[in-house]
């Protein structure tokens, strides 16, 4: 599908005023890893040596496997039960993941992408409005506020907060709702196909995919310092 063809023809030919972003996989990634994170905490908890590997391995496996899953901390206790599977006792799990919940509410197992920051600086400074559409818990802000990313953001929307998870079109409308604009004024970018790339459009905004390990196409960018230019091209 060609994003500045197919999908522009159905939207009245405004130029753009805000752009919306992912967090997760789009701003910033758990760092070293989730399995890292894990095993550190389990550690220092005095639990034997873990294999990372592992860790990361079947955490991978739940995350996908998930269903209905609403980002409360009984959810997330699910998943390190089953990432812990088979090394550590579900009772064990139980115990530990208050440690581990609060972890990762600390900026220091968390990576932000080289290429956010020039990427936000070069669209807050062209005089677009800034916000996020994230599915995520009640951890979110705060961190954003640790990471120094919270001011160049208008409004942050996070699906614990109205109870409805991308790529859901409520959550993209309560998002529009609190900009005060029409959607087709309005790009969202993310990492996920189904969550944001189709979710955004299906709620009448643009979209983009990012795809860091892809080659640029009509709808997909592998770094975020390609949306300016891309804005340009498409809708200036």
């Not at 609403?70 to 530990?96: D, K, T």
């Not at 919270?150 to 790529?167: A, E, M, N, Q, W």
Request: with cysteine.
């Amino acid at each position: 599908m060609d994003l500045t063809n197919n999908h522009s023809e159905n939207l009245a030919p405004f130029a753009l005023e805000a752009v919306l972003f992912d967090v997760g996989g789009t701003l910033m990634e758990p760092w070293p890893s989730i399995g890292h994170v894990y095993a550190e905490v389990a550690e220092g908890s005095g639990w034997k040596t873990l294999d990372i590997d592992r860790l990361n391995h079947q955490f991978e496996g739940a995350w996908k496997a998930k269903a209905d899953f609403h980002y409360s901390p009984e959810h997330w206790q699910n998943i390190v039960i089953e990432s812990f599977e088979g090394m550590v006792s579900r009772e064990a799990c139980i115990e530990l993941f208050p440690k581990l919940y609060r972890r990762f509410e600390d900026p220091d197992v968390w990576r932000i992408f080289d290429d956010v920051m020039p990427a936000l600086d070069d669209l807050a400074s062209r005089g677009f409005r800034l916000g996020i559409v994230s599915n995520w818990d009640n951890r979110l802000k705060p961190l954003l506020r640790r990471l120094k990313l919270d001011g160049f953001f208008d409004f942050v929307c996070v699906s614990c907060d109205i109870g409805f998870t991308k790529p859901s079109p409520v959550i993209f409308e309560h998002t529009i709702g609190k900009f005060g604009l029409p959607p087709e004024r309005m790009l969202h970018v993310g990492d996920q196909a189904d969550e944001d790339l189709k979710g955004a459009r299906n709620a009448g905004l643009h979209s983009l995919l990012l795809d860091r390990n892809a080659q640029c196409g009509t709808e997909v960018i592998d770094r975020l310092t390609e949306l300016s230019p891309r804005i340009t091209e498409a809708w200036i």
